[in-house]
């Protein structure tokens, strides 16, 4: 939890955007692998951040640390990231809805194949709290097989929280079948393909 909460608060890590922190534990070592989508200005010159980090870890859990910084690849594909920059933005009191409407046209440009961005709180300085939501493509949250992600964050404003979640459809998770050995040969009968022949 302390980990958690002081990789948050942090405003140097908050500007290099660490959607996920993993923490696995061996004895007396504590492994911390931070997924972020600016690796670079995370590590610094010379790695001089990261040891920084380290250092300042291991004082608040009195424990030997060990770093790792994984890239995330798709920073706009990523729920939490979004989520996060939508709330940054609202902070700057931009106007709601043309923002929620830019980056659910954002994400599905990139290649989602649906996307919902949910605001909830006193939107527009309402006097009685709402929701209000931007749905596009498809999103489909009653089936495994719908590579779902999910991510939320507040942004504070001068009239109170606003809680903004997001829901990214990546596509569909298709579990490979295997193939019988008598079946695959029908298989090669049919189209005339010769099967391989192993050595040895």
Same mark, same amino acid.
């Given at each position: 939890?302390?980990? $958690?909460?002081?990789?948050?608060?942090?405003?140097?890590?908050? =500007?290099? #955007?660490? @959607?996920?922190?993993? %923490?696995? $534990? *061996?004895?007396?070592?504590?492994?911390?692998?931070?997924?972020?989508? *600016?690796?670079?200005? &995370?590590?610094?010159?010379?790695?001089?951040?990261? /040891?920084?980090?380290?250092?300042?870890? /291991?004082?608040?859990? *009195?424990?030997?640390?060990?770093?790792? %910084? /994984?890239?995330?690849?798709?920073?706009?594909?990523?729920?939490? &990231?979004?989520?996060?920059?939508?709330?940054?933005?609202?902070?700057?009191?931009?106007? !709601?809805?043309?923002?929620?409407?830019? !980056?659910?046209?954002?994400?599905?440009?990139?290649?989602?194949?649906?996307?919902?961005?949910?605001? *909830?709180? $006193?939107?527009?300085?309402?006097?009685?709290? $709402?929701? =209000?939501? %931007?749905?596009? #493509?498809?999103? @489909?949250?009653?089936? !495994?097989?719908?590579?779902?992600?999910?991510? !939320?964050?507040?942004?504070?404003?001068?009239? #109170?929280?606003?809680?903004?979640?997001?829901? %990214?459809?990546?596509?569909?998770?298709? @579990?490979?079948?295997?193939?019988?050995?008598?079946?695959?040969?029908?298989?090669?009968?049919?189209?005339?393909?010769?099967? /391989?022949?192993?050595?040895?």
């Amino acid at each position: 939890y302390k980990i $958690r909460q002081y990789v948050k608060s942090n405003p140097e890590l908050h =500007s290099a #955007g660490i @959607p996920k922190v993993e %923490i696995e $534990r *061996s004895g007396d070592l504590v492994r911390l692998i931070l997924h972020t989508a *600016s690796p670079g200005m &995370l590590i610094g010159k010379r790695g001089k951040n990261v /040891e920084k980090l380290t250092e300042d870890i /291991e004082k608040l859990i *009195s424990k030997k640390v060990e770093l790792k %910084i /994984e890239e995330v690849k798709d920073p706009l594909l990523n729920a939490q &990231l979004t989520a996060e920059a939508i709330a940054e933005q609202l902070e700057k009191r931009a106007q !709601f809805r043309r923002l929620l409407r830019k !980056f659910a046209e954002t994400i599905i440009d990139e290649g989602a194949q649906g996307v919902k961005i949910q605001l *909830s709180g $006193r939107i527009g300085g309402a006097e009685i709290a $709402r929701s =209000s939501a %931007i749905i596009l #493509g498809k999103l @489909p949250l009653h089936t !495994f097989r719908a590579d779902i992600d999910y991510g !939320f964050s507040d942004a504070i404003i001068s009239k #109170g929280v606003l809680g903004v979640k997001v829901w %990214i459809n990546k596509g569909e998770i298709i @579990p490979q079948r295997k193939v019988k050995k008598e079946t695959q040969n029908e298989i090669d009968a049919q189209t005339g393909q010769v099967p /391989e022949v192993t050595k040895g």
